[in-house]
């Protein structure tokens, strides 16, 4: 489901608009026209089980997260977190959830799509003429960003933690309980065991929290009964 962008009604019955600022501060901005680019040559890759959607989420926490790390790189984060899920566009959409579900055994499978979104990468990254002495740690941290579970820089944990932020998401855990038909209490069950213990930086684990407790709110039998 697409989020509202337009209200549906104004309670107050009158117009505010002239009394808001002109542009953020301290919070979101447009995509750089760069980093727009890659995303645009992504895509076609990305189309598969929802991950266009996740890649996107993924991109925004990892802004974030890069935000809040000053001494990170994020012309090496941002691109790594668009280009990390291209090569699942190599895998048979009907095998792709048999690499990823709880009891998987296709370790094979996550591998060809770590490979395979490493090689995409590079031709992306080539092709936009991003800096070249990134390139190289972009495409390492793509290759293995699931099978390998320690972190090569602060890079590469905060492009790991922002992969897997994003199933605690609204859109993450409606997601996952469409995968393996799962109600939300479930699904929260699930992500909350293969997530937390696995975040590598402070900053994601202060997010996971964050967002966990507003998965949690919405499976309370007080929320649920507000509609």
């Known amino acids: 489901?697409?989020?509202?962008?337009?209200?549906?009604?104004?309670?107050?019955?009158?117009?505010?608009?002239?009394?808001?600022?002109?542009?953020?501060?301290?919070?979101?901005?447009p995509l750089e026209e760069h980093h727009r680019r890659i995303w645009e040559l992504a895509l076609p890759y990305l189309n598969v089980r929802d991950n266009n959607v996740h890649t996107i989420y993924a991109y925004g926490i990892a802004r974030a997260l890069t935000q809040l790390h000053p001494?990170?790189?994020?012309?090496?984060?941002?691109?790594?977190?668009?280009?990390?899920?291209?090569?699942?566009?190599?895998?048979?959409?009907?095998?792709?959830l048999s690499a990823i579900a709880p009891d998987a055994g296709r370790m094979e499978l996550v591998i060809q799509h770590e490979k395979e979104g490493a090689r995409i990468?590079?031709?992306i990254l080539t092709q936009v003429g991003h800096d070249p002495t990134f390139i190289e740690e972009i495409v390492a941290i793509v290759d293995g960003h699931d099978s390998r579970k320690t972190a090569l820089s602060l890079n590469d944990a905060l492009m790991k933690d922002?992969?897997?932020?994003?199933?605690?998401t609204p859109h993450g855990v409606d997601t996952v309980m469409n995968w393996f038909g799962l109600t939300r209490e479930q699904a929260h069950l699930l992500i909350d065991s293969r997530l937390h213990p696995f975040l590598l930086t402070d900053t994601g684990r202060t997010m996971a929290a964050m967002l966990a407790a507003i998965t949690w709110v919405d499976t309370t039998e007080e929320r649920v009964t507000l509609g």
């Open 121 to 123: 990468a590079t031709e």
């Open 71 to 96: 001494e990170a790189e994020p012309e090496v984060v941002l691109p790594a977190v668009i280009l990390h899920d291209t090569g699942w566009s190599t895998v048979p959409e009907d095998e792709i």
């Open 1 to 29: 489901m697409i989020p509202r962008q337009e209200p549906t009604q104004n309670h107050y019955g009158r117009d505010i608009i002239e009394y808001l600022p002109s542009a953020f501060v301290g919070g979101p901005v």
């Open 162 to 168: 922002a992969d897997k932020l994003w199933r605690l």
